[in-house]
């Protein structure tokens, strides 16, 4: 099956939604029972961490941990925002610099300011959006920055969605409660899905739609470690401390080989990766190959990590000769989340 196509349904009880790109299961949204990433608190400050610069808070579903404190006392309340989700037995990562994003907006009530995307280049368009935006904020100090979707979307859409986000920072920013509590919920995958898959696509809501657009059977090819590709393949196995990633060639041993694999690896890491739900550290040991040809494998890890929107940071190699990335949790595991 060919071109984009976005399926709204749900795995046993649970919200998900599926993107599938030529047959192709190219990304995968589950509801977990974790706060999501965005749902915003009003916490409660704990108990610091000495030598670590940060604190426990408290929150209504359970502790909560905010890095890089200053000037922050026990006992004192605070707004923070869920950035993603707790490794086991952890504390809920939260952060002060609250986010508020839609699909066509994001609302920074810490940084002032407007910003339009730089891909939108046509004059017409940015004044009509420049007009939306100054008539939404209508002087509230909070930052605005209007999304590369705006470029082919309709202007009183744009308008009403800015609206939305604005009122929703401004009725959080104004709670003058001081009981720990949640003021906003984040995105659930059918939101999700409209927020952020913005490229044209067909959009299926029929229940039952995983099963009839081949969905359950990507999920259980997925289910496995292995991941099949011309010149070999790789292992992607998640630990507690790491995700390893092992690339083989199978029974051709030659350098071009392991150079061919190494490249595909770079390729189809990324959405690989995101179906699966896998982040933190991540260990690629990689095929065989020149060091000479290490940038070439460098480039192409780069470019296809730029496309992902899944903040990654490419640490780089070690003196083994392994590679190392860092990546953010902002998805649950698929088999955590699949329960």
Not at 308 to 322: F, K, Q, Y
Request: proline share 5%; glycine share 8%; charged share 25%.
């Amino acid at each position: 099956m060919k071109g984009r196509t976005i399926i709204l349904d749900h795995l046993g009880e649970r919200e998900a939604a599926a993107l599938m790109v030529d047959g192709k299961l190219e990304d995968l949204l589950v509801a977990a029972d974790a706060p999501a990433p965005g749902t915003v608190y009003r916490a409660i400050a704990d108990r610091p961490v000495k030598g670590q610069g940060g604190m426990f808070l408290k929150t209504p579903d359970g502790p909560a941990f905010l890095r890089q404190v200053k000037g922050l006392a026990p006992g004192q309340s605070l707004l923070v925002q869920v950035s993603g989700y707790a490794e086991p037995g952890k504390a809920l990562p939260v952060t002060q610099k609250l986010l508020f994003k839609s699909r066509y907006a994001i609302v920074t009530p810490d940084a002032p300011g407007l910003n339009i995307s730089r891909s939108i280049r046509d004059d017409d368009l940015r004044d009509t959006l420049l007009e939306i935006a100054h008539e939404a904020l209508a002087g509230r100090e909070m930052g605005l920055i209007l999304r590369s979707s705006c470029e082919h979307a309709d202007a009183d859409d744009i308008a009403e969605d800015v609206d939305t986000m604005v009122s929703l920072a401004q009725a959080v920013l104004d709670d003058d409660g001081t009981e720990m509590s949640r003021l906003a919920d984040g995105d659930a995958p059918h939101v999700l899905a409209w927020r952020d898959w913005v490229a044209p696509a067909e959009v299926v809501t029929d229940a039952g739609g995983f099963e009839a657009h081949g969905v359950l059977d990507a999920l259980e090819a997925i289910q496995s470690d292995f991941v099949a590709f011309a010149q070999g393949g790789m292992y992607i196995e998640p630990t507690r401390a790491l995700v390893a990633v092992d690339v083989n060639t199978g029974t051709d041993a030659s350098l071009a080989a392991g150079i061919k694999a190494n490249m595909t690896c770079a390729k189809i890491l990324p959405s690989a990766l995101r179906v699966r739900g896998l982040a933190g550290q991540i260990t690629l040991d990689l095929a065989p190959m020149p060091k000479k040809d290490r940038r070439a494998f460098e480039n192409a890890l780069r470019s296809a990590f730029r496309a992902d929107d899944i903040e990654t940071a490419l640490v780089g190699w070690t003196p083994l000769g392994h590679y190392e990335l860092q990546r953010k949790r902002v998805r649950l595991p698929l088999k955590d989340a699949l329960g």
